[in-house]
């Protein structure tokens, strides 16, 4: 079976030009950067609730606690949000007029939460609709776990990241490229 590609910045930033001319664009974009930035399964994306990222006084949370129901694995973790990934949801947040709630995060333009399936279809749209050839859902997490490795993060803190058990599910996430090559060969010398 194929891999996702990884996303390099130009496919990012098509796909990202594409969102801001279309409907929903602070939606669209927020769920992309929740793919990118924080390794997001699509179907943790779509179980989001609005109390998930935020806090009771409205603030954005430093980290979204996905309950055993919202992960894959069926076991709980933590996703750490970065600077930037907090002021997209912020952005998202503020342009939406949410408060925290037990309500779903993203909905759809019937304004229903989206099923795991609805959102993987919107997002392959985005993709589509941008120009980025073969991109998948998973793309999204496979970009994610190869810029941690570019940037020298250990393997085992991307897997953490990532919410794998097993250092070699991370492995099959990555992929060597040239930038990660030449960096290897100047640590060499």
């Known amino acids: 079976m194929k891999q996702a590609p990884v996303l390099t910045e130009r496919d990012t930033k098509r796909v990202l030009q594409h969102v801001a001319r279309g409907s929903f664009p602070e939606r669209n974009r927020c769920i992309m950067m929740l793919s990118w930035l924080a390794g997001m399964r699509i179907g943790e994306i779509a179980a989001l609730e609005i109390s998930d990222v935020l ?3 409205g603030e954005v949370r430093d980290e979204i606690q996905l309950s055993a129901a919202q992960t894959k694995g069926r076991s709980a973790r933590t996703v750490l949000i ?3 990934l907090k002021s997209e949801i912020a952005l998202y947040i503020a342009r939406a007029d949410m408060k925290p709630s037990a309500k779903p995060l993203f909905t759809s333009k019937t304004g229903k939460a989206f099923s795991a399936n609805g959102l993987c279809q919107r ?3 985005l993709y589509d609709a941008a120009g980025v050839d073969r991109a998948t859902t998973h793309s999204g997490r496979r970009t994610f776990c190869t810029r941690l490795a570019e940037r ?3 393997i ?3 897997a953490a ?3 794998h058990r097993n250092v070699a599910t991370t492995m099959v996430y990555l992929t060597a490229n040239e930038t990660m090559m030449w960096a290897a060969v100047e640590m060499s010398g």
């Open 161 to 163: 990241l990532a919410g």
């Open 55 to 57: 806090k009771a006084d």
């Open 152 to 154: 020298g993060t250990a």
């Open 156 to 158: 085992h803190i991307i």
């Open 82 to 84: 970065n600077s930037q």
């Open 123 to 125: 997002v392959l749209q």
